[in-house]
């Protein structure tokens, strides 16, 4: 059973930064793709950015690029999400999904499974 599990959520001022990880739980991910996503308060799930594991290509929304990285671990099968420049705006529940195939899905429905969240909000 495929289970991610996030953490490094928390209070953070604007300009700060923060470093969320999701831990996965799966036999292999040579052909899968990890997304992270967003949802603040009354608004639609976003899609944030993520990273093809085989080879480490990411992509970004326009409103995280340049101040977001994805990245992998693949000893520790874990992603992160390395959050810098915080602006109030971020402020929402920030949560990981995985799937194959092997490319950035930017749907979050396109993804077979995904974690329960992390809350991370952004003081101005």
């Known amino acids: 059973q495929v289970q991610l599990v996030e953490s490094g959520g928390g209070l953070a001022q604007a300009g700060g930064s923060l470093r969320l990880s999701c831990a996965i739980s799966?036999?292999?991910?040579?052909?899968?793709?990890l997304g992270w996503f967003r949802q603040a308060s009354g608004k639609e799930e976003e899609f944030v950015g993520g990273i093809v594991w085989s080879d480490g290509a990411t992509s970004y929304a326009d409103s995280v690029r340049g101040r977001f990285i994805v990245s992998r671990d693949n000893a520790k099968k874990t992603g992160f999400l390395q959050m810098n420049s915080l602006k109030p705006e971020d402020t929402a529940v920030y949560f990981c999904a995985l799937s194959d195939p092997a490319y950035i899905m930017r749907r979050l429905t396109n993804y077979l499974y995904r974690g329960q969240g992390t809350q991370v909000t952004v003081s101005s």
């Open positions: 799966a036999r292999g991910l040579s052909t899968s793709s």
